[in-house]
């Protein structure tokens, strides 16, 4: 049973800074790409960023400049770093990992930790 435990979402104002992060534990082989991804209230989920496990790193156009992503593969975990929030950033965060068990390679989620940027 693999399972992602996120952690880090808060309220934030405009312009304040948010580090999440996200554990994988379980068994498992290895962990291939991770990501973040996020879904506003009435909207669908799109990826925010994703990091392979050689460290490539790949961001949506709105993000860029503001967010950064990384890994510690030693600790399976996955950060997003999140500097000059915005309100338009308010979403619950859902972090994704492609986990290589017994099972083959799938897809996993976290439940999810809310970011509410506002003053």
């Known amino acids: 049973q693999v399972q992602l435990v996120e952690s880090g979402g808060d309220l934030v104002q405009p312009g304040g800074s948010l580090r999440l992060s996200c554990a994988v534990s379980g068994s498992f082989f290895g962990i291939n790409a991770m990501g973040w991804y996020r879904q506003a209230p009435g909207k669908q989920r799109d990826l925010v960023a994703d990091?392979?496990?050689?460290?490539?790193?790949n961001y949506a156009d709105s993000v860029k400049g503001r967010f950064t992503i990384s890994r510690d593969n030693a600790k399976n975990t996955v950060y997003l770093q999140m500097n000059s929030l915005r309100p338009e950033d308010t979403a619950v965060y859902y972090c994704n990992a492609k986990v290589r068990s017994r099972f083959g390679l799938n897809d996993y989620w976290g439940q999810g930790t809310q970011v509410t940027v506002s003053s």
């Open positions: 990091i392979t496990s050689g460290g490539s790193t």
